[in-house]
């Protein structure tokens, strides 16, 4: 198995087996083979059942975690246990529109890439549905991501990259843009966005909250040292 799909899950009942499914059909489609990896802090809506149930289906492993032991520890324990050569990271809410993973994967498995971000903004890609405050804060926290990282849209938690990208970096537990710190910290060359259409989940609850803008400006502080020490 040469490519891994991690999806961290936290009550994504509802969402998981319309993900399953689109996924497996566009990747198909795309003529590509992947394992799932599923990663689950035993959410209480059940979604370690029904992704049990799932996994007789289809190419998946299944991790099961204690209560909510945080999202980035469960992108990294899934990566740690994924089979691939390349991963992909991408939520289960549905927001990261499936059809867009064979893209992500093929920028680095036959384009120059080590890492694809997949980003809303570069030309092609979006939000849809965004009042003008959600979109002034998205912006507001890429612009102040872009001293550390030359992405555009440095929030992004979509992406693929190599493996070599992440092997042996010390990746931080509390940033929970996990894709910030891929991007900050990740052994990439060449990297590439390649555009998408964010949506809003439609099942399911959002975890977006103050203590999420705290963290993020706390891992943002954090990345700043991180460089400062690799300087000196
Ligand atoms: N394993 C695990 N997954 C989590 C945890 N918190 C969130 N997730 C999952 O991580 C992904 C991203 O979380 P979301 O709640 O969608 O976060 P968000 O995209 O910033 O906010 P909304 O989409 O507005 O809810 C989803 O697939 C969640 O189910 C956690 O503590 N553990
Ligand atoms: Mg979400």
């Known amino acids: 198995m040469n490519t891994s799909i991690i999806v961290p899950t936290y009550n994504e009942a509802e969402s998981l087996p319309v993900l399953a499914e689109r996924l497996f059909k566009a ?3 795309a003529g ?9 802090d035993s959410s209480p809506d059940g979604t370690g059942d029904v992704a ?3 996994a007789q289906q289809y190419p998946m492993q299944v991790l099961h975690r204690p209560p909510k032991s945080g999202l980035a520890s469960a992108v990294w324990d899934g990566m740690e246990k994924a089979r691939g050569a390349v991963l992909v990271v991408m939520d289960a809410d549905l927001s990261h529109p499936p059809e867009v993973v064979p ?3 093929r920028a680095v498995t036959e384009g120059d890439a080590d890492l694809a971000v997949g980003s809303r903004y570069v ?3 979006g939000v849809a549905n965004w009042p003008w405050h959600r979109r002034f804060a998205s912006w507001f926290a890429c612009q102040l991501a872009r001293p550390f990282v030359p992405m555009r849209d440095a929030t992004s938690g979509f992406f693929a990259l190599k493996r070599e990208v992440v092997q042996g970096v010390a990746l ?4 929970f843009k996990i894709g910030l710190e891929v991007m900050a910290k990740g052994r990439y060359r060449a990297f590439k966005e390649v555009p998408y259409t ?3 989940r439609r099942f399911g609850q959002s975890k977006f909250g103050t203590k999420e803008v705290r963290f993020y400006l706390l891992q ?3 990345i700043w040292r991180f460089r400062r020490q690799k300087k000196t």
């Not at 931080?172 to 940033?175: F, R, S, V, W």
């Open 103 to 105: 893209q992500l994967i």
């Open 172 to 175: 931080d537990p509390i940033g």
């Open 123 to 125: 030309p092609g890609g």
């Open 32 to 40: 590509l083979e992947a394992e799932l990896v599923v990663v689950d």
């Open 198 to 200: 964010f949506t809003d």
């Open 27 to 29: 990747l198909q489609e």
């Open 52 to 54: 049990e149930g799932l």
């Open 220 to 222: 943002l502080g954090r």
